[in-house]
């Protein structure tokens, strides 16, 4: 477990730049507030094929170069090879991963954002 919060927001277009519209959608899900700084977005427009995913300072500060460069990769081979939830997944699970390692969840930290995917 860990102290970071994951959050997926989809919606079905945008007309903005998909990173300019991620951290818009980030500051909206009030995703810097978090004690830690340590807050990650997977961002999706469905009909633009836009994809991208905003890890906050915290969590950013701590990643060795190259970090969420590979997580995107990964994730968006997968979404091109018609693997939606499986790409979707597999980055979730690889920012879990270093959120864990790098914020443990403490027994009287509570959840911080809601587990719920956020959509417009």
Not at 22 to 44: P, Q
Not at 110 to 120: E, F, H, W
Request: net charge neutral; charged share 30%; proline share 2%.
């Amino acid at each position: 477990m860990s102290s970071g919060e994951i959050k997926v927001h989809v919606e079905r277009h945008t007309q903005k730049d998909n990173f300019a519209r991620a951290r818009e959608v980030f500051e909206s899900l009030g995703m810097t507030k978090t004690e830690d700084r340590n807050g990650v977005l997977f961002y999706m427009a469905i009909e633009d094929h836009k994809f991208s995913i905003l890890g906050d300072k915290g969590i950013h500060e701590k990643c060795p170069k190259g970090f969420w460069d590979e997580i995107r990769n990964e994730v968006q081979d997968n979404f091109k090879a018609g693997k939606f939830v499986e790409g979707l997944c597999t980055g979730i699970s690889k920012a879990g991963k270093a959120l864990k390692e790098y914020f443990p969840h403490a027994p009287e930290q509570g959840n911080q954002l809601s587990d719920q995917i956020s959509r417009s």
